[in-house]
């Protein structure tokens, strides 16, 4: 039997992309550091999703040389991540609030795309379907998604 575990992605601020990912909802349920491998993986789940649909943040320690810290840059081939919200125009409100863009407005009342502060895109979902609001339903896009 095959049972999905977790999605990965490599993150240059934890503490900035677990804040970014709990505006969606979603909490740390776990943590572990290998100082010897020198990261950290932190898993996070919406709740009652822990151990069925995470994401895990892996989180390269900087070199102990004093080089530079990795970069990632994101290639096409990740699309993104999707979570289903129960009131999208409220979801998107908190990104603005916090500072972020959202990238794609749920024009529609239905689909928002924002990007986590590695540029990870992630598309929020209405959970059923709700009427187009202003200022959402004039809002143009803004960068890619």
Known sequence: ??????????????????????????????????DQGRFTLIFLAAPGEEGVAEVELT??????DGSPAETYTGGRNFGHLAYRVD?????????????????????????????????????LLQDGHLPPQEPWASMPNTGTW
């Open 1 to 34: 039997m095959t049972k999905f575990l977790h999605t990965m992605i490599r993150v240059t601020d934890p503490d900035a992309t677990i804040a970014f990912f709990e505006l969606v909802g979603l909490k740390e349920v776990r943590r572990f550091s290998s």
């Open 59 to 64: 989180y390269n320690w900087l070199p102990e």
């Open 87 to 123: 009131n999208i125009y409220e979801t998107c409100q908190r990104f603005v609030d916090a500072g972020h863009v959202v990238h794609r407005p749920p024009r529609d009342g239905h689909m928002a795309f924002v990007k986590s502060p590695d540029g990870i895109s992630i598309e």
